[in-house]
């Protein structure tokens, strides 16, 4: 029993060191990333995944440390225009994810964007467009899920132990009323009343965190959509990414210039010429920052220039 007790001791000693020499690497890696010293932080991050190896193949497959060190490097690759790289790490480590069940997360369908935007980028427009399609339906199953409280959290704020709760009971964080039928006893009551005024905290995060993906997705399906010449799909995407802004902020935000403005540029490509100006002017009224107008009347002088050649 003795012996066992210290050949316990001895690992949980190893196992720290581990975690520590991880750590460790993942924070010069940082460092070095901050001095644009990249062959640094890709020897910082290589030797990370080293380490990590080690540690999942002596806890039977914990994979938390093996999977941030596969998508910091692959980021660093993307970040340096080094994709043919990055592909297979963002593929991992999605493989990783979805077999820890993460499969509708933030963190997984961010790097399912990312992995759209390397494969567009090594010529690969229809497997993107699949992607971000994929992306597009796992979040109309997350949104329903949140809605009912029946979702597993969605937004990390990067606590591992509050990353996969659920909501109690099934109900909504703003049924606090209902606390008082789900428990017996005191303590436990005050327990389930803490944890949910939690998540009424953090329900508006959660809220926020989907749309700002939605709207990611909506944006570079899009312009993947007007580069297959599939303008009746990237005006959809373009309009639904309009009626998300003008919902959660309002319809006079200057966050509409970029959706109008890409609504003009495919409404050009596909001549439709009045309709793009039209956009045109839409985003022109919305610009606060006088540096954004220039983009916009260079667009107009090439919808201008198509219209007096009778396009």
Not at 205 to 213: S, T
Not at 254 to 280: G, I, K, Q
Request: glycine letters at 2%; one cysteine or more; proline letters at 3%.
């Amino acid at each position: 029993a003795a012996s066992e007790k210290l050949s316990s001791t001895s690992d949980l000693v190893h196992d720290v060191q581990l975690v520590h020499k991880w750590q460790d690497r993942m924070r010069k890696a940082a460092d070095a990333w901050k001095r644009f010293d990249v062959a640094e932080a890709e020897r910082e991050l290589q030797l990370s995944m080293e380490d990590a190896t080690q540690f999942r193949v002596a806890h039977r497959g914990v994979a938390e440390p093996i999977m941030v060190s596969l998508l910091a490097l692959a980021n660093l690759y993307r970040q340096v225009e080094r994709y043919a790289l990055a592909e297979p790490l963002l593929e991992e480590g999605l493989s990783i994810l979805e077999q820890a069940g993460s499969h509708n997360d933030q963190r997984t369908l961010q790097t399912l964007l990312q992995l759209a935007a390397i494969r567009l980028e090594l010529g690969a427009p229809e497997s993107s467009k699949e992607i971000y399609d994929n992306v597009l339906h796992r979040l109309e199953a997350v949104e329903k899920a949140l809605e009912s409280g029946t979702l597993l959290r969605f937004w990390s704020d990067g606590s591992r132990d509050d990353s996969f709760w659920l909501l109690a009971a099934g109900q909504k964080p703003n049924d606090t009323d209902k606390l008082s039928d789900l428990f017996d006893t005191s303590l436990l009551k005050r327990q389930e009343t803490f944890s949910l005024l939690k998540r009424q905290v953090s329900w508006r995060q959660e809220q926020d965190a989907l749309l700002d993906l939605r709207a990611s997705c909506l944006l570079s399906a899009s312009r993947v959509e007007v580069m297959l010449g599939r303008f009746p799909e990237a005006e959809a995407h373009l309009r639904m990414l309009e009626r998300l802004i003008q919902q959660r902020w309002s319809p006079l935000s200057p966050r509409l210039v970029t959706p109008y403005v890409e609504l003009a540029r495919m409404l050009l490509a596909s001549n439709r010429l009045e309709d793009a100006r039209a956009m045109c002017a839409m985003a022109m009224q919305r610009v606060q920052r006088p540096r954004y107008r220039l983009p916009i009347e260079k667009l107009q002088e090439e919808i201008d220039v198509a219209l007096a050649q009778g396009r």
